[in-house]
């Protein structure tokens, strides 16, 4: 098995910085230490650079299978390793929607056979498939998935007695969107009385308002209490609902949890005008009082992860009028550099980054030996240069798309190498054609 050693690395893990070594045997890390020798290793000399845990992104759209058009499981992962991301989970409304046994193991057969990045899928509950639902085997894929808002894909659950039945018939995480449909349809409908369908994007977080977020999210978490449910509530946008989460236990001990996503952490409503539709997400980007309100719950331990919802549409279709112009955007190779900016800015520390999308990922999905620098763990690594400066543009920009709304961003730190069960994925600017990627699995 290969041997590959790094040294001359700074570690960042469980909240400490550590000079040192690290030894990758086969697909795991061997040793972790100060000067290490190893016979046979291939030595990489990551002069100073970070090492963390491999990324762990709990929520992307790779569209794959129906829509590949945008992107697909091959594009999508080859952009995640150059982004530091080794590990992804995969949403359910492709087309066909991944909402039958069958349709989910058909998802992790496209993964095996192309993925950069090792994978799961959630499983995605409807208003008709309970039954199926009930099927589901813990250890198969990382959980379950509901809409309790429209979005891409039309898996709007909305029979309540339904919904109380996926709540109290299933032991695994329920990840949600939460955004009330009644709230933004009467939004949307009296805008498109003023409008017609050219309506300005800077009413999009006017339409998907504070309100349909707050009204949906804190439902299901009423509903979480009643049931018992593992709840984890996707993608905040608003600084109301971050009042609705705790800290005081924990992440171990939470029954309901949140997530917050790279665009909503780092654009407001103030971009719209320079960005347009390429920042038109559901949930919408709101308020630098919203931002502000984010930044604070991520940092006290309210919001538990950070994700990307990476979600690639071509710029042929975002350039549509708003009611066509469809929600979502690239995100998987940007997210490391853009967080490393607030780090370089002191606006978080990097241990804090590798918290909230390395470690607690692994806690709260139950994944087995990742998400960690640890002995005997899977050696999914990431090295970042801090001082190498580039600038994003269509050259180095990997989505199938070809796009980003990061485009023309300055950045002052650089994804050196990404490693994948012991793989280098990802090296100095290139992808590796060998894949090393494996399924998720789950210590439930």
Known sequence: MKKYLLTNVRMVNEGRITEGDLLIHGPYIERIGPQITAGGATIID?????????????????????????????????????????????????????????????????????????????????????????RLDPKSCSGVKLFLGSSTGNMLVDDEKVLEQIFRNTDMVISAHCEDEETIRKNLAYYKEQYGDDIPVELHPIIRS???????????????????????????????????????????EKQITAEVCIHHLWFSSDDYRDKGTLIKWNPAVKSTQDRSRLWEALLDDRIDIIATDHAPHTLEEKKNPYTSAPSGGPLVQHALPALMEKVLDGRISIGKVVEKMCHNPAILFDIDRRGYLREGYYADLVAVA???????????????????????????????????????????????????????????
């Open 46 to 134: 990551m002069r100073g650079a970070w090492l963390l845990p491999g990324l762990i992104d709990d929520q992307v759209h790779f569209r794959e299978p129906g829509l590949t058009h945008k992107g697909d499981i091959a594009s999508e992962s080859r952009a995640a390793v150059a982004g530091g991301i080794t590990s992804f989970m995969e949403q359910p409304n492709t087309v066909p929607q991944t909402t039958t046994l069958e349709k989910l193991e058909e998802k992790f057969a496209l993964a095996r056979a192309s993925s950069h990045a090792n994978y799961s899928f959630l499983f995605g509950g409807t208003n008709d498939n309970l039954e199926e639902l009930k």
């Open 210 to 252: 504070e309100e349909a977020c707050y009204l949906s999210s804190s439902r299901a978490i009423e509903l979480a209490r009643k049931t018992g449910a593992r709840l984890h509530v996707f993608h905040l946008s608003t600084g109301r609902e971050t009042d609705l989460f705790r800290n005081d236990i924990p992440l171990s």
């Open 386 to 444: 801090e001082d190498d400066p580039w600038r994003v543009g269509p050259a180095n920009i990997l989505y199938k798309c070809g796009w980003s709304p990061f485009e023309g961003q300055p950045f002052r730190t650089r994804v050196m190498y990404t490693f994948v069960n012991g793989h280098p994925a990802y090296e100095l600017g290139r992808v590796s054609e060998k894949r090393n990627a494996r399924r998720l699995t789950f210590n439930r």
